[in-house]
T-cell receptor, first 111, second 115 residues
Framework: QKEVEQDPGPLSVPEGAIVSLNCTYS??????FMWYRQYSRKGPELLMY????GNKEDGRFTAQVDKSSKYISLFIRDSQPSDSATYLC???????????FGRGTSLIVHP | SAVISQKPSRDICQRGTSLTIQCQVD?????MFWYRQQPGQSLTLIAT?????????ESGFVIDKFPISRPNLTFSTLTVSNMSPEDSSIYLC????????????FGDGTRLSIL
């Protein structure tokens, strides 16, 4: 079993839909959780960064962490074609500064 | 966040040759990393580039194949040596401040194809 599991997709949704992207993990030591967005031919761009459990909201994006279930989510409200990208989750225990990444989920938002 | 520039952005190389990839940051950073990203796979850490000392390599990666330099706090290079088609991948540089658990930030990568 990999430390971080992420469905590669692709996930195809119509414009305006609410998107839910998810990762599960096995290492209970993970404390810091990140979501990166990667456009084609670009590097990963940090989207959300959270510590421990709970929710964090930034505009149309909400990151949710459920440590009891070892499950994290990224919600995108009112999705736009410009949100089409690969979304990578990442997590680390803290102190190592080196996260473990998921494979990434390819999201396609069609007009 | 820091602006990270990688050169070249892409290259096509012949088998058996070597290529050096440069990573330049617009501010001093504590930690610099090199990753490999293959299609459909998660990011794989190659090594941590340490300023003024030898890089720290992850399991499966060796200095002879991937020599790394870090002469100062804003610059690092990764060389892919004696390339084979299996080395075709995206190579990414990332930076972090290493304190207070700051997340890493990435450059746009170098897309490398080996013929």
């Amino acid at each position: 079993q990999k430390e971080v599991e992420q469905d590669p997709g692709p996930l195809s949704v119509p414009e305006g839909a609410i998107v839910s992207l998810n990762c599960t993990y096995s290492n209970s030591a993970f404390q810091y959780f990140m979501w990166y967005r990667q456009y084609s031919r670009k590097g990963p761009e940090l989207l959300m960064y959270t510590y421990s459990s709970g929710n964090k909201e930034d505009g149309r994006f909400t990151a949710q962490v459920d440590k009891s279930s070892k499950y994290i989510s990224l919600f995108i409200r009112d999705s736009q074609p410009s949100d089409s990208a690969t979304y990578l989750c990442a997590m680390e225990p803290g102190g190592s500064y080196i996260p473990t990444f998921g494979r990434g989920t390819s999201l396609i938002v069609h007009p | 966040s820091a602006v990270i520039s990688q050169k070249p952005s892409r290259d096509i190389c012949q088998r058996g040759t070597s290529l050096t990839i440069q990573c330049q940051v617009d501010s001093q950073v504590t930690m610099m990393f090199w990753y490999r990203q293959q299609p459909g796979q998660s990011l794989t850490l190659i090594a941590t580039a340490n300023q003024g000392s030898e890089a720290t390599y992850e399991s499966g990666f060796v200095i002879d194949k991937f020599p790394i330099s870090r002469p100062n706090l804003t610059f690092s290079t990764l060389t892919v040596s004696n390339m084979s088609p299996e080395d075709s991948s995206i190579y990414l540089c990332s930076v972090g401040q290493g304190g207070g658990n700051q997340p890493q930030h990435f450059g746009d990568g170098t897309r490398l194809s080996i013929l």
